[in-house]
């Protein structure tokens, strides 16, 4: 009888112990081991070894092998840092913003280059209440001498009141104010620009007739003007939009205050055209009318939206629909275009180079956040 | 030894991989008889055994974010025998004298301190022991690689895929080395048959 066994037998009576045999040699390996004693008994021995190997009694460790942080060069242990999505979304966030700036950038070059000023809706999230003075005389020579339009502030008990404005220049100007209004929520800082809308003429009835307004979409800028009821009474349309973090949705709360001089006109105010009045449409200066309108109208703005850190800051933006409806309502009456054009222009360009400093301030911090948190992650 | 749920282990790794030492300090105590016994069986001596598993689970912990699933038997595997193999490298070069006592072969008595089994009776704790010893001495017979690759796939159970995973060798490589090793095994523990305890007594009828 042959005992020799192979090295070749030998690596597959061990493959064949493990179940490592291929398929091929399993069927010719298995015919072997009948035939073969010899192969069987080294299979039988292999198998032995494999047994003693597998029963070695396993030691206990002689001690505990637990890391201290000075093995492994860690000051401290630190807790693991809370997981947050915050870097993508201060990514997304700060491209948004540079966006909105460019677009902020190209209104402002726009309006320098003499063309019309466009609904802008900067984000803003630590500007303080921001008066806008805008200067707009909409009104035509025939209209009521000094339609002074005023917007006091109504549930202002604070926070900077309202600012002047400039003389009125040329007879018949509407001077628009920039009332500074409580911020309503904490989150919501806002600027809020009011609008002249139609202002030489207002409402000789009831404060009611302003439903039958409706926003009208402004074919040069293709934004909606909303009129809204400060429209109607003769005051300016005051916005106040605000951007949540989490949705960026924009609403506008339009905020008038209650007392509203206003001449009173003949025609109803449901017959008044929201893009303004045509020059004829003027007014006796009758009656003055106190108007209170119940308001803070959560309203859809105008407006971009605006990028906002999730940190709860609110980003607010102004929509203004409405100078842009003093444009138009200026360019109705032949002879105010130029006058005012050239008096809106700078006040408007030093609100849009507000913008543009609070979005370069907002993308910046924006940014590094964003970079430390990616480093940081 | 502690034993974790999947569940345990995985969030354990979790933490570990975000720097939580304590977390990674009770996946060592899981771990430690395993990999100790890892090292024992390739060092073939108590102090570099010790040494090698400090040293794996240092290492352990410094790549710790490099474990992407899997064993993590496996994968703690693969870190102590390249700790043994350094361990080893560095003892070649610096022999170093055992203060522990060694037998007659110069082989290390493992320490019945650590070794005795609770309820075990006094004749099982002696085979057990004898046992272990004659393992361990005929393991010393063979070469680093031929050692390595028995007691992954003999004593640690780990299959041929796995142990040319942790080896860093070829799947065939292993096949043939783990043949050999067994050879030389049953060579060497035909040699001291009468140490073996007598269940695992066997004789020869195969020549090579």
């Given at each position: 009888m042959n005992n020799k066994i192979s090295k070749r037998d030998w690596e597959a009576i061990s493959a064949y112990l493990d179940g490592q045999i291929s398929e091929r040699n399993l069927a010719r390996f298995e015919a072997r081991l009948q035939r073969e004693p010899a192969l069987r008994s080294a299979l039988n021995e292999m198998d032995a070894v494999r047994q003693v190997l597998r029963n070695a009694p396993r030691l206990r460790a002689p001690r505990n092998f637990?890391?201290?942080?000075?093995?492994?060069?860690?000051?401290?242990?630190?807790?693991?840092?809370?997981?947050?999505?915050?870097?993508?979304?201060?990514?997304?966030?700060?491209?948004?913003?540079?966006?909105?700036?460019?677009?902020?950038?190209?209104?402002?070059?726009?309006?320098?280059?003499?063309?019309?000023?466009?609904?802008?809706?900067?984000?803003?999230?630590?500007?303080?209440l921001q008066e806008?003075?805008?200067?707009?005389?909409?009104?035509?020579?025939?209209?009521?001498?000094?339609?002074?339009?005023?917007?006091?502030?109504?549930?202002?008990?604070?926070?900077?009141?309202?600012?002047?404005?400039?003389?009125?220049t040329s007879g018949s100007?509407?001077?628009?104010?920039?009332?500074?209004?409580?911020?309503?929520?904490?989150?919501?800082?806002?600027?809020?620009?009011?609008?002249?809308?139609?202002?030489?003429?207002?409402?000789?009835?009831?404060?009611?007739?302003d439903v039958s307004l409706s926003a009208a979409a402004d074919p040069v800028t293709g934004t909606t003007l909303y009129p809204a009821e400060s429209a109607v009474t003769g005051t300016v349309a005051l916005t106040e939009t605000a951007y949540t973090a989490d949705v960026a949705l924009a609403t506008a709360?339009?905020?008038?205050?209650?007392?509203?001089?206003?001449?009173?006109?003949?025609?109803?105010?449901?017959?008044?055209?929201?893009?303004?009045?045509?020059?004829?449409?003027?007014?006796?200066?009758?009656?003055?009318?106190?108007?209170?309108?119940?308001?803070?109208?959560?309203?859809?703005?105008?407006?971009?939206?605006?990028?906002?850190?999730?940190?709860?800051?609110?980003?607010?933006?102004?929509?203004?629909?409405?100078?842009?409806?003093?444009?138009?309502?200026?360019?109705?009456?032949?002879?105010?275009?130029?006058?005012?054009?050239?008096?809106?222009?700078p006040a408007f360009h030093l609100l849009l180079r507000d913008i543009e400093i609070v979005l370069l301030v907002a993308i910046a911090g924006m940014f590094v956040s964003w970079l430390f948190l990616r480093r940081r992650g | 030894m502690q034993t974790l749920s999947r569940m345990d282990e995985f969030a354990l790794i979790r933490n570990a991989q975000n720097g939580d030492l304590e977390a990674f300090n009770r996946l060592i105590l899981a771990y430690q008889e395993m990999v100790y016994n890892q090292a024992y069986r390739v060092m073939g001596e108590a102090d570099a055994a010790e040494d090698a598993t400090q040293e794996a689970f240092?290492?352990?912990?410094?790549?710790?974010?490099?474990?992407?699933?899997?064993?993590?038997?496996?994968?703690?595997?693969?870190?102590?025998?390249?700790?043994?193999?350094?361990?080893?490298?560095?003892?070649?070069?610096?022999?170093?004298?055992?203060?522990?006592?060694?037998?007659?072969?110069?082989?290390?008595?493992?320490?019945?301190?650590?070794?005795?089994?609770?309820?075990?009776?006094?004749?099982?704790?002696?085979?057990?022991?004898?046992?272990?010893?004659?393992?361990?001495?005929?393991?010393?017979?063979?070469?680093?690689d031929f050692r390595t690759v028995v007691v992954l796939v003999d004593i640690q159970g780990m299959d041929y895929a796995e142990a040319a995973e942790i080896m860093g060798t070829p799947l065939g490589t292993i096949k043939s080395r783990l043949a050999r090793a067994r050879r030389g095994m049953r060579k060497c523990l035909q040699n001291i048959g009468e140490l073996l305890p007598a269940a695992f007594r066997f004789s020869s009828e195969v020549s090579e």
């Open positions: 637990t890391l201290t942080p000075q093995m492994v060069g860690q000051a401290a242990y630190r807790p693991p840092r809370r997981k947050t999505h915050l870097a993508p979304f201060l990514g997304w966030a700060t491209i948004a913003a540079t966006l909105l700036l460019v677009f902020v950038l190209i209104g402002d070059f726009l309006i320098v280059s003499n063309a019309k000023p466009v609904a802008i809706a900067p984000p803003s999230d630590i500007v303080p806008v003075a805008l200067e707009i005389s909409p009104a035509t020579e025939a209209a009521a001498p000094a339609n002074e339009v005023e917007s006091p502030p109504l549930n202002a008990p604070a926070a900077g009141g309202y600012s002047e404005t400039q003389p009125e100007a509407a001077v628009l104010e920039t009332a500074a209004v409580p911020e309503t929520e904490p989150a919501v800082t806002a600027e809020r620009i009011f609008s002249p809308a139609v202002a030489p003429t207002a409402t000789p009835a009831s404060p009611q007739s709360v339009t905020d008038v205050p209650a007392a509203t001089t206003a001449t009173a006109a003949e025609s109803d105010a449901a017959e008044l055209p929201a893009e303004g009045l045509p020059a004829e449409n003027t007014a006796q200066p009758t009656a003055v009318l106190q108007t209170p309108v119940p308001t803070s109208t959560p309203q859809p703005a105008v407006s971009l939206p605006s990028p906002s850190t999730s940190e709860a800051t609110s980003t607010a933006a102004a929509s203004v629909p409405a100078d842009t409806n003093a444009n138009l309502a200026a360019e109705d009456r032949p002879g105010q275009n130029s006058a005012a054009e050239t008096a809106e222009k | 240092i290492s352990a912990y410094r790549k710790i974010h490099t474990y992407r699933g899997g064993s993590f038997k496996a994968w703690l595997l693969r870190i102590v025998t390249n700790a043994c193999y350094d361990e080893l490298r560095r003892r070649k070069r610096r022999p170093v004298v055992a203060i522990e006592p060694t037998d007659d072969y110069d082989n290390e008595i493992e320490s019945p301190r650590w070794m005795a089994s609770p309820g075990e009776s006094p004749e099982d704790f002696v085979t057990r022991t004898e046992l272990s010893a004659s393992i361990q001495r005929c393991l010393n017979t063979l070469s680093e």
